[in-house]
T-cell receptor, first 111, second 113 residues
Framework: NAGVTQTPKFQVLKTGQSMTLQCAQD?????MSWYRQDPGMGLRLIHY???????DQGEVPNGYNVSRSTTEDFPLRLLSAAPSQTSVYFC??????????FGPGTRLTVL | EDKVVQSPLSLVVHEGDTVTLNCSYE??????LLWYKQEKKAPTFLFML????IEKKSGRLSSILDKKELFSILNITATQTGDSAVYLC?????????????FGGGTRVLVKP
């Protein structure tokens, strides 16, 4: 199993650009989530999904969209990037939220 | 609003020392308390605690939960340089749309040789 994969590993955007961070898992996990981690801070939940077709907002959803059309994929879309979205983004999946595996992360810089 | 607070923010110890990390939580519909270790990249799972007073152990690491006082501690004995990392705790809460995790800010541990 590849586990949880994220692409790209690094990305630089200009303010106002849009992009999609990709996340995929091959463990048939129902639960998937996106977090951001800023320096000196823990992980903050952006959006999560308990199965295909079902998503909900976390603590910091503004400026981000998600969809879950398949069990395997859970992309995160930045609609109009802002410097405040400079962060490291982690995707995670698990059979339950209590048993999540984290992907390697995407480091995003917005200029 | 769900809240998880970790202390201390950071600490520096020498190899062989014992370290105690604290995690307090105020969450509604509590399900479990989780500990993760984060080195350079993604967090890796350490423990899940659901019952008060039952210690979980894995090698030199152990953890316990107090659901009455709403806190958990993570102990690392006989520390090694490989224990240097950020340790994160998270409260898992039950929501209508599905459970979710709220993380604390983490404790950075540096173990010097």
């Amino acid at each position: 199993n590849a586990g949880v994969t994220q692409t790209p590993k690094f990305q630089v955007l200009k303010t106002g650009q849009s992009m999609t961070l990709q996340c995929a898992q091959d463990m048939n996990h129902e639960y998937m989530s996106w977090y951001r981690q800023d320096p000196g801070m823990g992980l903050r939940l952006i959006h999560y999904s308990v199965g295909a077709g079902i998503t909900d907002q976390g603590e910091v959803p503004n400026g981000y969209n998600v969809s879950r059309s398949t069990t395997e994929d859970f992309p995160l879309r930045l609609l109009s990037a802002a410097p405040s979205q400079t962060s490291v983004y982690f995707c995670a999946s698990g059979r339950t939220p209590d048993t999540q595996y984290f992907g390697p992360g995407t480091r995003l810089t917005v200029l | 609003e769900d809240k998880v607070v970790q202390s201390p923010l950071s600490l520096v110890v020498h190899e062989g020392d014992t370290v105690t990390l604290n995690c307090s939580y105020e969450v509604t519909n509590f399900r479990s308390l989780l500990w993760y270790k984060q080195e350079k990249k993604a967090p890796t799972f350490l423990f899940m605690l659901t019952s008060s007073g039952i210690e979980k152990k894995s090698g030199r690491l152990s953890s316990i939960l107090d659901k009455k006082e709403l806190f958990s501690i993570l102990n690392i004995t006989a520390t090694q340089t490989g224990d240097s990392a950020v340790y994160l705790c998270a409260g898992s809460v039950i929501k209508a749309a599905g459970n979710k995790l709220t993380f604390g800010g983490g404790t950075r541990v540096l173990v010097k040789p």
